[in-house]
């Protein structure tokens, strides 16, 4: 009975021991996304499925979050409730440097940029009844500028604030982008602001409908001025196209920011490495998930940074020589 009793216990701590190891080898993460229509959500989701498929050299297990976008992403890898998460450039500066909604709570220093994704274009769509044809046309205009916690909300204040308007001179919504078709269709909208990686489903569907849309080019002097005033915006083209039902004849001039995957300083080195490794080694299989995902290359992806490069993800760009494509500035000593 003894040596039954030392051999039961001898087999426990060798289960426990298999369950432990497997464990430390096994990483779960989760990455935060944006609405299902979106382009965030299909881009996380890609990135998911592609760590899972090669979960025997990565080890990693990756799920993915809808969520209300950029905002809420970066609040929530600060946090720790989310290893990675999906946000526009300028809302990755914001937050690092503690401006927009991140004044109160003063500048997020651990936030953590790994690559750049597709540009994001500043879209306008208003109805062909509401006769807005240039921006200085909105005045007194039903126009959504997107749901609190995405990044597409401060964009539509800046357009707004470089043609002269704030949000008392329209007839302001906030609803999220996924509605935002609907009630144009529905009347309930003159227009709609949506930054955006294209082509977009949301916007097929506003171009779709029974009342007629256009897109409204985003250019001039003051927004000249916009660009040179703030380092995450540039101009930017919609390929007409991607939505040939719209009414223009013509690729629409605008301008726009960059999708980053972000993360915290906190996340572990191999991680981040693994993770920069396997997108990266994978780039063609990646870009044909999306047509907006084209124009990607390895240089690219480490432009548009906004936050300081994550020390695992700087390790893999050392490692294939392209380190010195990424701002000096955007380095930091304790990373190297």
């Keep these: ?14 289960v426990f021991c298999v369950l432990g190891c497997q464990s430390e080898k096994t990483r779960f993460v989760t990455i935060g996304t944006g609405g299902v229509t979106g382009l965030y959500y299909p881009t996380g989701g ?22 209300s ?23 990755q500066y914001q937050a690092y440097n ?8 003063g500048a997020q220093r651990e936030l953590r940029s790994v690559f750049a994704l597709h540009a994001e274009p500043i879209t306008l769509v208003v109805s062909e009844q509401s006769n807005i044809k240039k921006i200085g046309d909105l005045r007194g205009k039903r126009i959504n500028l997107g749901n609190p916690g995405s990044g597409q909300l401060q964009n539509s204040k800046d357009v707004l604030a470089a043609a002269g308007f ?15 078709p609907g009630l144009l269709q529905d009347e309930r909208l003159d227009g709609f602001f949506y930054t955006v990686g294209h082509p977009n489903g949301n916007i097929k569907e506003a171009t779709s409908g029974r009342i007629k849309v256009y897109i409204v080019d985003i250019e001039g ?15 930017a083209i919609i390929p007409h196209k991607f939505y040939e039902r719209a009414l223009n004849t013509e690729d629409i001039q605008t301008v726009g920011v960059k999708a980053t995957f972000v993360t915290s ?6 991680l981040v490495y693994a993770l920069a490794k396997m997108v990266f080694e994978n780039l063609e299989e990646f870009k044909l998930l999306h047509p907006a995902y084209a124009s990607l290359t390895r240089e690219n992806m480490l432009q548009g940074l906004t936050a300081p490069v994550h020390r695992g993800a700087l390790k893999y760009y050392r490692e294939i020589g392209l380190a010195d494509l990424i701002n000096k500035n955007l380095i930091l000593e304790q990373e190297l």
């Design 1 to 14: 009975m003894k040596v039954f009793r030392v051999i039961t216990v001898f087999v426990l701590i060798l």
């Design 46 to 67: 890609a990135i998911s499925r592609m760590l899972n498929k090669k979960f025997k050299q990565f080890k990693i297990k990756a799920t993915v979050e809808s969520t």
């Design 69 to 91: 976008g950029s905002v809420f992403n970066i609040n929530a890898v600060i946090k720790g409730d989310m290893e990675f998460g999906i946000a526009q450039s300028d809302r």
């Design 98 to 105: 503690g401006s927009a909604e991140w004044e109160e709570a």
């Design 166 to 180: 704030n949000e008392q001179d329209i007839l302001a919504e906030y609803v999220k982008a996924v509605e935002a």
């Design 221 to 235: 002097g003051n927004i000249d001025k916009m660009v040179n005033e703030y380092p995450y915006y540039a101009k």
């Design 265 to 270: 300083a906190g996340v572990d080195e191999a």
